[in-house]
């Protein structure tokens, strides 16, 4: 990749004045701006509200403004002025707005009303709260609930997201598929599988302890900006951060902090990566196989002067298949490795030296690494590499996911999984007097699977917008119609309220920085972090409609309609005081919520724990699992003449499906997302030039035609026979088939396609 040509990049360091004025235009942009900047410095702070944004840990010593960029445009998006109304709705077809983009969808602002699909006008008609709950609660007890759905976005609190798992398992089934299925389905299955903990070990002191980091696949500077603090302190520490990423990604090159005036006056910029190394998109189990080659044979040398490089005891006392891993790495060659990798030997040994060296390391990951075919053996080699030198269940060590939504993972804490054994079924029935069912449910993909072939009678969305986040759009658009209900419960009209069952409700719900007043008054919500921290968060902002009801209430109302009475399932007395669910969730799961109520607004928030960390692990062999990966490339199909790996991005102007805007900064891509990033050699070899609209077909070797586009040629330091583009537009190219052979994780992040001009 040896190029000098022009490339599109941007010249600033993340942060800084770029991200003040990011924000300022989305304050403008959102007109109610002003009014809504109160609200943001409450956000993240102990009685104020989470930031609906990302997962981010949100400390005890918080800043002046807890909030990002990021966090800063989630909030504006969600306290916008503009209303979705009933009279929009009596104005505009559902195929009329089919063809609207994601962004102008959203910009339509907050929905008022419940709204019923009139499928003979073909428009959304309001309907009174009362007959949508009727209305679905018959439809619903008509039905087989295993033919049922019941989809989350990782945005509802614990509240509302256990009382909608407790709804499906007293209905009867097990489809609770989440967005945690398309995101860090790796993680909770790989990591429980080799440390026996589905989240990561991390906690936030631990990141001022550390000496090295180590990032692969995770771009805090678009999607974990308040990382970037904790961050540039630790680069000012001389800790050295490593980087693995095919994009060079501003937020781990530099940083000014924007709440820093000293910093923004006089551009004083912090380096944040110490080496940074482009793999190839699905190159990563090579490249940590050359990490842990160097440092067992650094182990070997050292042995023979009496010393050690591996921590002997920890992998004695902890670890099972230490031995068959080692020879494998021994016996991997370099060249075997850079062709995996498409990095050299001297790179990797450098960052294998990095690592040996450093007696704390961390080592951070996201979808780079979880979004592929083999994600699982992704993971675990990270989870080989720490524990060569006991960095697990240490201070100042760990493994640390980045989570997406901001609590995706608490859902999954409280029983939203399709995995019955991740549930405690038995005290659900004892608590509530019923037999839940055992069988295992639907995660995403196969939902979709199961929705191609006609199984599927009613999908409940609550919040996301699956039908744009999900792999294979166009065959599952068209199958879609097929379901007899859906119903989608939502902040803001997106796509996949407008693709709808014979029967369809829009279902408008208040957003978490509002408030929420029930029978006992305010109520407070709570949300779980990246780092298994819990949070109270209360809503203070007027609520966008007056007709809005929480998601608490739609659940239980949901329920309610659909249930036969059970004296030991409160739903009325639920909604009237949430602090009643959580007396619930600190039955189910003692453990981790005991007084939950009573700890909720601890400053920091309260841990919830992770025995991985004390060096409990709990898997098959009772000792955390060194894993022998079969193949050296996570992409899961061969290189081929005019065959690309295609890495489905994030911008800096999006929250998944939720477009702010066409400016990706940080990448220096500007006013449209319709691009195609690839090197300029690449350019050249292909026969194509800068500027030039081409398409993507899909090359999955499978027969079937999927196409995007047409996309703008973008010269961009990328690998060799790789390309970018954005996410959700590139998503009719995912196969359903092309996800990660254990978790069922879409495989986004190498997807094969061919450019045709
Ligand atoms: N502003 C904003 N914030 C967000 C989101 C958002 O859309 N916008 N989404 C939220 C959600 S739900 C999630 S899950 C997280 C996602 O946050 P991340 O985990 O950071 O996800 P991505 O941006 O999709 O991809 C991460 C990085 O992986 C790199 N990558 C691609 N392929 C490979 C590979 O093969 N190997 C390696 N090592 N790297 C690779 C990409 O270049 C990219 O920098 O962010 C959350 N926060
Ligand atoms: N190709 C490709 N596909 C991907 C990814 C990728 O990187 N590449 N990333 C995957 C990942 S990591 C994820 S997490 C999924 C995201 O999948 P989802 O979570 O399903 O999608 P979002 O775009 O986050 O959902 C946005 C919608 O949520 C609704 N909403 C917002 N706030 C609230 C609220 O407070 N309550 C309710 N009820 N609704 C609300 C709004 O109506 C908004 O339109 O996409 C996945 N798909
Ligand atoms: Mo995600």
Redesign the pocket.
Known sequence: MASERRVVEYKGASGGWGSVRGMSSTLLNERDGPAALGELMRQNKPRGFMCV??AWAKPADYHAFEFCE?GAKATLWELTSRRCTPEFFANHTVTELRGWSDHDLEQTGRLTQPMRYDAAKDKYAPCSWDDAFAAIGAELKALDPKSAVFYTS?RAGLEAAYLYALFARLYGHNNLPD?SNM??ETTSVGLKKVIGVGVGTCVYEDLVQADAMFF????PG???PRLLHPLQDAARRGVEIVT????R?KGLEVFINPQNPAEMLTGKETRISTQYHQ?K????IAAIMGLCKYVIAADDAAKAKGKRVLDADFIERHTHGFDEFAAKARATTWDEIETASGLRRAELEAAGEVYARSSRVICFY????TQ?AHGFENVAMLVNLLMLRGNIGRDGAGIAP????SN?QGQRTVGITEKPELVPLDKYAAQFGFEPPREMGMNTVETCEAILAGKVNAFIGLGGNFLRAVPEREAMEKAWPRLRLTVQIATKLNHSHLVNGAVAYLLPCLGRSEEDIQASGPQAVSTEDSFSTIHGSIGRHKPASPDLKSEVAIVAGLAKATLPPNPKVKWDEWVGDYSLIRDQIAETYADEFHDFNARMFQPGGFYRGNKARERIFKTESGKAEFTTPEMLS?AGFDDAPGRYRL?T??S?D???TTIYGFSDRLRGVEGTRQVLLMNPDEIERAGLREGQMVSLVSDAGDGVHRQAGPLKVTPFKLPDGCLGAY?PEMNPLVPLSHHDRQSKTPAG??VPVRIIA
């Open positions: 944004s990302c990021n990782g967005c995101c860090h692969f696949g995770q771009n678009s999607n974990s693995f990423n095919p994009i990604e793999v998109p699905g190159g990563d996201g979808m780079g690494l592929q980045v989570r997406g939504h995706v996570a890495i991005m994030r800096n999006q929250f998944n996410y992040k190498a």
